[in-house]
């Protein structure tokens, strides 16, 4: 009989990607993001577990999306409270809090349950080149979002 799960004994250790988000799509990145943090890209993918990486995301005020987007793509928010919902467009908010946008993409891309919780912590997104893991020896992760494009 074969296996159909792996069990927690057999999970190799995380690794840990940077990822430069300089000239990226939005999308398309959050979409190679939630497939490491997931864990989907490894041949040892369980539905149901964390087998997925670290993922540190550097230059996030430097994401770009296309279109009118940047003017027409809203961000809400609510307070809780009656009349509590504040609307913000991505331009604003990318000046405001760049590492929101990137956040708020991959968690979207994530189960919505306590698994999901769990996974959206091994997101770390930076607005600028710096990162504080250095102890951890991330290593260099290269995306490619733009179709035909050399980045």
């Known amino acids: 009989m074969n296996k159909t799960y792996l069990p927690p004994q057999d999970v190799e ?3 840990w990607y940077v990822i430069d988000a300089e ?3 939005l999308g ?3 979409t190679a993001i939630a497939m490491i943090i997931r864990g989907k890209n490894k041949p040892t993918y369980t539905p149901h577990m964390d087998t997925g990486d670290f993922v540190i995301v550097v230059n ?3 994401v ?3 279109g009118k987007k940047s003017s027409q793509k809203l961000y809400r928010r609510h307070s809780g409270r009656p009349g509590g919902m504040k609307t913000e467009v991505f331009s604003k908010l990318q000046a405001r809090l760049p590492q929101r946008i990137i956040e708020e993409a991959v968690y979207g891309m ?3 349950n306590s698994l999901g919780r769990k996974l959206h912590n091994k997101l770390k997104v ?3 080149p710096e990162h504080p893991h250095e102890a951890q020896k ?3 992760l290269s995306i490619q979002t733009i179709p035909g494009g050399e980045k």
């Open 110 to 112: 994530l189960p919505k």
């Open 23 to 25: 000239g990226q799509r």
């Open 64 to 66: 770009t999306v296309t």
């Open 138 to 140: 991330p290593e260099t």
């Open 126 to 128: 930076y607005p600028g």
């Open 28 to 30: 398309r990145l959050a």
């Open 60 to 62: 996030a005020e430097k």
């Open 13 to 15: 250790g995380k690794k």
